[in-house]
């Protein structure tokens, strides 16, 4: 049986600043290594991810929390061009398909963004 993960809540940011199809990134405690991760709105509802592509384990981003393509139906990875589902994370085009990112818990709290915990 797999051990649970160690994980301390992280307040991303004030919802409201979270627009359609924006995204944040900020940093989470995974077992006490501090892991980059971010989250995008998609459909109205808070997604959040550790900022890892499953290729190769390089940042989606390039560090400008743009993590849409142009046709808003999926996050990319910048350096290889891997296609990731927003709401499961599951990669569906590129050298890792079928592979998954490791989704993170949101919860809207107070008017925030709170990362709780990761999604098993």
Do not use: K
């Not at 924006?22 to 109205?44: I, K, N």
């Not at 743009?66 to 050298?95: I, K, M, N, Q, T």
Request: hydrophobic share 40%.
């Amino acid at each position: 049986m797999d051990e649970p993960t160690l994980f301390s809540p992280v307040r991303i940011l004030e919802a409201r600043r979270l627009r359609e199809g924006d995204g944040a990134r900020f940093t989470v405690s995974l077992d006490g290594v501090s892991r980059d991760a971010f989250v995008v709105r998609y459909r109205g509802r808070a997604y959040a991810y550790v900022n890892s592509c499953r290729h190769e384990t390089l940042p989606l981003d390039f560090g400008d929390a743009v993590f849409f393509d142009d046709e808003y139906d999926a996050l990319v990875c910048c350096h290889h061009g891997a296609r990731y589902r927003p709401e499961s994370g599951e990669c569906v085009a590129g050298p890792c398909a079928g592979a998954r990112l490791t989704r993170l818990q949101v919860e809207e709290l107070d008017g925030a963004l709170w990362c709780v915990g990761v999604v098993r």
